[in-house]
């Protein structure tokens, strides 16, 4: 029997940011996808004598750039957005833990749609999950978050969670919402049994992911990095997000954050950390020196007053840095797209504002930068031949951008721009806007039932 033909899309017309070493840009190009693949990508028309070409978009008036990759989230936390709204971090997280502790599987299930669908929407092709909180008797809470990811389409890390400091040991979770430290290892390296896709093209990859250095037990860290690097799976975390963590930190171990991290096995180049907001220059050597990896939430740390990170300083010191939206119980709207925006304004009001971040090192950040902390820049992050299919076509000839000469400058600076189309490897997940693999109105009513279901159940009806 025959090979089957691999199926071709042609894209042509479209102005192209392709985010490649050289941020090579054409001002009128031509896209190929050819199956899983992205075959060629250069100025002007594609090559007139293709075979098997299934689909012709004559995209004029678009920026194709590479999908977006979101870096940090907590997918559960849609059921509980627009909450504790004026508390700081640690006041925040003592609020919501109680309702968090009382997750199910069908609630995670249902808040997964929602934030996989809204991500999706905006541009993202890759999204990561760090999931943390498994209640006792909460049933298969992992499977259920990697099948949304399966159904909305987007390619996806699960950040298998844990914590194991309750509130008895000093930490602040309730003891009823945190694991042992044994039970919490074991889960984890199931999960990366059950869904850790090492191939190319993988769709589902799993890191470890212990929560926070005042959630978890120095031998949770120390034991999940030396199961993270005997499965070959990458390791994330919660790091320098606060001055109330700073000294926490400081009280409990007699150190800041980033020295215990290094102490705890933690730096290194499988590593990417959220935040990392309170940097010393010695913290940013330490991350550069080792290739740690950062995902900047710049919504996230203004919605919970947690200060700015130092971008600027991280992407000149040569520290891989993407862009995350953060759970959207700190950051209600969950759009990453939003976020290349907030992250160029906000790092201008910083104490850095004489050298901060360009229009293209924003759009970076949020490709390249993001595939680099998840370890995927050899496949995704940028639209290069060989590389995956993951696309996105960008309208910028509507009202909202279409006086804006250069397209970089309008997706950066401008409006958040409508998607026209959106590829994971190859197959189109939104077109004009809406979503094709998932009914979103139907993911609506969804969560807003979960969400009171939790609400009932937390207060005890
Ligand atoms: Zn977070």
Redo the contacts with the bound molecule.
């Keep these: 029997m025959a090979a089957p033909e691999i199926q071709r899309i042609v894209i042509d017309n479209c102005a192209i940011a392709t985010v490649d070493a050289d941020d090579t840009e054409h001002a009128v190009g031509h896209l190929v996808l050819a199956g899983h693949r992205i075959e060629s990508v250069g100025a002007g028309p594609a090559p007139a004598d293709l075979d098997h070409v299934v689909r012709r978009i004559d995209a004029r008036g678009h920026l194709a750039t590479p999908g977006l990759v979101n870096t940090?989230?907590?997918f559960y936390q849609w059921l509980t957005r627009g909450l504790a709204t004026d508390h700081n971090l640690f006041d925040w997280l003592v609020a919501l833990y109680p309702l968090w502790a009382r997750l199910d599987e069908r609630m995670c299930h249902r808040a997964a749609q929602g934030s996989l669908a809204v991500l999706a929407k905006g541009g993202v092709t890759t999204t990561m999950d760090?999931h943390y909180v498994y209640p006792r008797g909460c049933g298969d809470l992992s499977g259920a978050i990697v099948r949304a990811a399966r159904e909305t389409g987007l390619r996806f890390t699960l950040a298998r969670g844990s914590m194991d400091r309750g509130e008895k040991d000093g930490g602040l979770p309730p003891d009823f919402a945190v694991e042992s430290l044994d039970g919490a290892l074991a889960a984890t390296e199931e999960t990366v049994t059950a869904h850790h896709d090492a191939s190319f093209d993988a769709m589902t990859q799993v890191a470890v992911a212990p929560c926070s250095p005042f959630s978890v037990s120095t031998d949770l860290l120390r034991e999940s990095a030396e199961l993270a690097r005997r499965l070959g799976v990458r390791l994330h975390t919660?790091g320098s997000?606060t001055a109330e963590e700073e000294q926490y930190c400081r009280e409990k171990f007699g150190m800041r954050p980033t020295d215990y991290f290094a102490s705890t096995g933690w730096l290194g180049e499988d590593v990417w950390m959220?935040?990392c907001v309170h940097m010393s220059d010695a913290d940013i050597a330490a991350f550069a020196r080792t290739g740690t990896g950062v995902a900047h939430?710049p919504s996230?740390n203004a919605r919970l007053a947690a200060g700015i990170a130092r971008v600027p300083d991280l992407l000149s010191a040569g520290v891989p840095v993407g862009l995350?939206v953060?759970?959207t119980a700190?950051n209600e709207s969950g759009e990453l797209h939003t976020e290349l925006r907030n992250a160029l304004l906000v790092n201008r009001l910083g104490a850095h504002r004489e050298k901060a971040l360009n229009a293209r090192q924003v759009l970076r950040m949020a490709t390249h930068g993001g595939a680099r902390v998840l370890g995927r820049a050899g496949q995704i992050g940028s639209l290069e031949p060989g590389k995956l299919a993951d696309v996105v076509l960008w309208r910028m000839d509507t009202l909202a951008h279409a006086s804006i000469a250069d397209p970089v400058t309008a997706l950066v600076f401008g409006a958040p721009a409508p998607v026209t189309a959106s590829f994971v490897g190859g197959r189109q997940i939104v077109e004009d806007g809406r979503l094709l693999t998932v009914d979103e109105d139907a993911v609506a009513r969804a969560t807003r039932e979960e969400a009171r279901r939790l609400a009932r159940i937390a207060a005890g009806d």
Excluded: I, P, Q
């Design positions: 940090h989230h907590h760090h919660h997000e959220a935040h939430c996230s995350g953060d759970g700190s």
